[in-house]
């Protein structure tokens, strides 16, 4: 039923009610037979141009750029990547296959979320299709992050002075280890984690709030974990915008997760942190994050329901800005 409704809205012309940031070129990165699906971006893309996206609903993104980049990256980091000089350990970290064309992704990508961001503080709401690599270092880089482009696109708008206080919802399966370490010591962001505890990262560095759940954990168990600090947390931190990281890797089918979370559960998960901010007027910039179902177009189906979920949000009547 909801392919049918979605399909009478394109032809009817009904217009989405913000806009989305991404790039064709996001998809043609060439990681060979790797867990990571870089096709997602395409298929989600075609299917929110179903959903009755006009090209003027697109932002393209633009790369980011090394000044950007130093905001939190460190110069010798940034050094080593250009110069191909990462270590075999290093390269080892990062679990993907290292070339021009990915530091090409991850420089569009970080840009990418850098224009969400904007967006969202302009607008009220913003959706990367694309972004949430939160596993990056100042120095390294690891699981699948060669740039952190959230902790980039903070340290940029704080540089600019549009914002004071941001709040990461980082609801991915991993831990958010690379956001939590670079925001240990900055009042200004509170970093939140709700994650698998028993899986990578090893090392976790604590977040503002960390909740763990364990291998099997169901829907009834991830919802209780999650629910009590919604809207709490937006009441007492009071940001001046969301980077809400909505993994799609949490769900029971993704191959690297050991929770027994559905996809309705999911549903259940955006609507709670979107529409709570929303509520309280607080921008709110969505970001992919993680999703290695085997069947690709579940990851894509789970990210779709979190742009639907956002797209309710602002027809509940929650769009004033």
């Known amino acids: 039923m909801a392919d049918i409704v979605d399909s009478v809205l394109s032809l009817l012309g009904w217009k989405l009610p913000f806009r989305f940031i991404y790039s064709s070129e996001y998809w043609m990165v060439d990681l060979g037979h790797h ?30 750029t090394e000044e950007d980049l130093l905001l939190v990256h460190t110069p010798h980091y940034l050094k080593k990547i250009r110069s191909s000089s990462l270590s075999s350990i290093e390269l080892q970290a990062l679990e993907l296959p290292f070339g021009p064309d990915v530091v090409s992704f991850f420089l569009l990508m970080t840009g990418g979320t850098i224009q969400t961001v904007e967006e969202a503080l302009s607008t009220g709401l913003a959706v990367h299709l694309g972004g949430g690599f939160h596993h990056a270092f100042p120095d390294h880089g690891e699981g699948f992050c060669l740039f952190n482009d959230i902790a980039v696109a903070i340290e940029k708008m704080k540089k600019l002075g549009r914002i004071n206080r941001v709040m990461v919802v980082d609801c991915d399966l991993h831990q958010g280890n690379g956001t939590a370490f670079i925001f240990a010591r900055k009042d200004y962001v ?21 909740v763990g759940l364990w291998s099997g954990d169901d829907d009834r168990a991830y919802l209780q974990a999650l ?17 809400y990281l909505a993994g799609a890797d949490p769900y029971r089918k993704d191959m690297l997760s050991g929770l027994d979370v559905s996809a309705e559960a999911l549903k259940k998960r955006d609507r709670l942190v979107i529409e709570s901010a929303r509520k309280l007027k607080i921008p709110v910039a969505i970001v992919l994050g993680g999703g290695y ?19 309710k949000a602002w027809k509940k009547g929650l769009n004033h800005w």
Request: aromatic share 12%.
């Open 227 to 243: 629910s009590p600090h919604f809207p709490r947390l937006y009441q007492e931190f009071k940001p001046d915008l969301v980077i």
């Open 35 to 64: 867990i990571f699906p870089i096709k997602k971006y395409r298929l989600l893309y075609e299917r929110v141009i179903a959903l009755g996206a006009w090209h003027k609903d697109f932002i393209k993104a633009q790369p980011a």
């Open 190 to 210: 509170f970093t939140f984690s709700i994650h698998q505890m028993d899986i990578y990262p090893s090392d976790k560095p604590r977040s503002s709030l960390d």
């Open 293 to 311: 179902t085997a069947e690709i177009e579940e990851t894509v189906n789970i990210h779709l329901n979190t742009i639907k979920t956002a797209i």
